[in-house]
């Protein structure tokens, strides 16, 4: 059990980093290239979803991917979620929130399926 958490909490903890990484390189690339506010948002979108098969490959491992992965998908789309409405200071809860965590349980949960199983192959 203790395991299980240990793994959920850095899956996150890594998503959340790659995802803050990812959106700063963005960051750079819009001022530099002046690209248009309407990519954005899809965009991060993407970060998200890349960031959290990336935790889930590295830290998801054993038994039970499927529910690890639907536990840390959900987290780190609230905590990305927190900290880009705090650094951005604008927290709004609409129906496109309740599918990006929907998006975030899906992209975990499939992530945390194929980690365990790369991880017994391996």
Known sequence: MRTNIFQVLKAVL???LI???FVLV???IIQLFS???NVVKPVNQVF???SIIAGGLIFIRGEKGLVKGLIYGVIAVLLTYLLFGL????LTIS???II??????VAGGVTGIIAVNIKKNA
């Open 14 to 16: 890594a998503s959340v």
């Open 48 to 50: 998200k979803i890349l």
């Open 26 to 28: 963005f960051t750079l």
């Open 19 to 21: 995802s803050l990484a």
């Open 95 to 97: 129906w496109k929130f």
């Open 35 to 37: 690209l248009p506010m």
């Open 100 to 105: 990006e965590v929907l998006l975030g349980a």
């Open 87 to 90: 650094i951005s200071l604008s």
